[in-house]
Nanobody, 122 residues
Framework: QVQLVESGGGLVQTGGSLTLSCETSGRTLSGYAMGWFRQAPGKEREFVAAISWRGVSTYYADSVKGRFTISRDNAKNTVYLQMSGLKPEDTAVFYC???????????????WGQGTQVTVSS
């Protein structure tokens, strides 16, 4: 069994910063790419960022480029999403997920966390 547990969400003002963490436990996702997605109320789940297994390649949605940074520490089985310059439209539940290859499509991901709420106040 693989478990992904997100943490670090919360309430922040416009322009503020947050860092999300996603720790895997159980069977490790060795060799897996990891991604972050988000889902706002009434909207579909959307891609935010992804990182390859060794962290060499990273990918971002246009809406977060220059503001968000994805990284990972495989020794700690943890993936991070550093978010800065937050906007009210970033408000959503953020999910981390694992896939064999980095992808922007949620259907390519095999494992998902339960999500962490990020709320940006105006």
């Amino acid at each position: 069994q693989v478990q992904l547990v997100e943490s670090g969400g919360g309430l922040v003002q416009t322009g503020g910063s947050l860092t999300l963490s996603c720790e895997t436990s159980g069977r490790t996702l060795s060799g897996y790419a990891m991604g972050w997605f988000r889902q706002a109320p009434g909207k579909e789940r959307e891609f935010v960022a992804a990182i390859s297994w060794r962290g060499v390649s990273t990918y971002y949605a246009d809406s977060v480029k220059g503001r968000f940074t994805i990284s990972r520490d495989n020794a700690k089985n943890t993936v991070y999403l550093q978010m800065s310059g937050l906007k009210p439209e970033d408000t959503a539940v953020f999910y981390c997920a694992g896939a064999k290859l980095a992808s922007s499509s949620p259907t390519d991901y095999d494992y998902w966390g339960q999500g962490t709420q990020v709320t940006v106040s105006s």
